[in-house]
């Protein structure tokens, strides 16, 4: 069973830094593709990185420049390192593995922009 847990959320002020990880298990981890995506309230779910098993790596235009996705096989885990936030990246953040088009989400972890 795929188990994934985020961590790293909180509370930070307009241009600071959070660096989220989630560990993965259940699955081989290096065989799945792995995204963050993030939900603020009355929004859709929207992606905002993805990292494929491959290393390749895609990023939503708004976070492009801020954010940087990156993958540990060793360790079984993704990260999504955020900087420069803004007010408009407060949202609950989730992790997500894909494989065969099969989806598995995390609990999510909230992330605040205030000052």
């Known amino acids: 069973q795929v188990q994934l847990v985020e961590s790293g959320g909180g509370l930070v002020q307009p241009g600071g830094s959070l660096r989220l990880s989630c560990a993965a298990s259940?699955?081989?981890?290096?065989?799945?593709?792995m995204a963050w995506y993030r939900q603020a309230p009355g929004n859709q779910r929207e992606l905002d990185a993805s990292?494929?098993?491959?290393?390749?790596?895609n990023y939503a235009n708004s976070v492009k420049g801020r954010f940087t996705i990156s993958r540990d096989n060793a360790k079984n885990t993704v990260y999504l390192q955020m900087n420069n936030l803004k007010p408009e990246d407060t949202a609950v953040y989730y992790c997500?593995?894909?494989?065969?088009?099969?989806?598995?989400w995390g609990q999510g972890t909230q992330v605040t922009v205030s000052s």
């Open positions: 259940g699955i081989t981890f290096s065989y799945y593709d």
């Open positions: 997500n593995a894909v494989r065969f088009l099969r989806n598995s």
């Open positions: 990292i494929s098993s491959g290393d390749s790596t």
